[in-house]
Structures are given as C-alpha cells and as structure tokens.
C-alpha cells in the first residue's frame, strides 16, 4: 500500500456538504477520504436532499484506478441523498483537464454539478436552489482549509 497522497478536510452544516481539498490524489487519500465523507453524510437525516460544495485546489487529478473509486462513491453519495454538487478550481495551472476529469465522474455517477469562479458564487448558487446553510460557517470552513500554495 502507498502512503496517501493529497490532502483534504470536510464537515457539514444544514443541507450541504463542504470539502476543501488539494490533489493529486491516489487510491489511499481517496479511501481515506471516502470514510470521512460517509461519517460527515450520516449527519443527514435519512431520506434528506443535501448539495455538496467542493473547492479544489492545485492539480486535483486522479490515476484510473483512483478515478473509478471516486465514480463509485459519488453514485453511493447520490443514493444517500446528494443531488448538486457547486465546484470551484482554484490555484491550479491545469483547469482545464481538472474541470474534464470532474465532469467526467459526475457525469459518469449521474449527478447534477456546476463549476462557479469562487466559493462565495457557489454558495450563492445553493442558497438560490433551496440548500439550507449557515452562510457564515461555510466561509469560514473554506478560510479555514484554503489549501492555496
């Protein structure tokens, strides 16, 4: 086994799901990471629609393997009652193959997403579908965990 690689947080506050993280990642942080978000997702209510808000950071790329773990969660995720996810890519030098490699999964897991130029757009955005959140929190959680180089 690898030692993880890559780094991320996440909590939850109301209906959404807040993860700020900063790649390249492989298996290990994602298996890593899926048992935090599953312990961070039980906070829902059973049957509850929550949004998840992800800020990447650096060059937030995946190998083949990592990929199709990182598919299979997000559709678990969706079973558990995720239905948007806000994406915000910041500090990276390759947006363009990070914001293919994303789509790529959620398209793949059948899960509605968006990219938003900041985290303060994308918070906007869910308060305007109907997401339930302390506004305030959810900045500091991103000033909190700004994985900025």
């Known amino acids: 086994m690898n030692r993880p690689h890559g780094e991320f947080e996440s909590s939850t506050n109301g209906h959404v799901l807040f993860f700020s993280a900063r790649g390249p990642w492989n298996e290990e942080t994602l298996r890593n990471g899926v048992m935090k978000l599953s312990e ?26 990592a990929f199709n773990i990182f598919v299979k969660h997000t559709r678990i995720r969706k079973a558990r009652g995720l239905s948007f996810l806000a994406v915000v890519i910041l500090d990276t030098d390759i947006m363009l193959t990070t914001k293919q490699q994303v789509s790529d999964c959620y398209e793949a897991a059948d899960v509605p997403f968006q990219f938003y130029e900041s985290v303060d757009l994308a918070l906007d955005a869910l308060r305007e579908k109907g997401y339930s959140f302390d506004k305030a929190e959810a900045q500091r959680f991103f000033e909190r965990f700004d994985f900025s180089a």
């Open 40 to 65: 961070d997702i039980s906070r829902f209510p059973h049957d509850t629609r929550w949004a998840q808000i992800s800020c990447l950071y650096g060059e937030s790329l995946m190998p083949p393997s």
